[in-house]
């Protein structure tokens, strides 16, 4: 996992417009969960955060 320079492990918090632009556009922010994804990087989140993505995914 990588580690800033503090030595701490990195973490990262997405807005969930840039995760739902992940996925539908690709581009920086899908970049972003690539290295999430690939280098470990630890995505944290929080009940609000999970609640407008879900009022997102689910607007017509």
């Not at 701490?8 to 918090?13: L, R």
């Not at 690539?34 to 609000?48: A, I, N």
């Amino acid at each position: 996992m990588p580690h800033g320079l503090s030595g701490a492990p990195v973490w990262i918090v997405a807005d969930p417009n840039c995760v739902v632009s992940a996925f539908l556009w690709g581009g920086p922010p899908r970049k972003l969960l690539d290295v999430v994804r690939e280098r470990g990087v630890r995505l944290c989140t929080s009940p609000m955060l999970i609640d407008e993505l879900r009022d997102v995914l689910l607007a017509p």
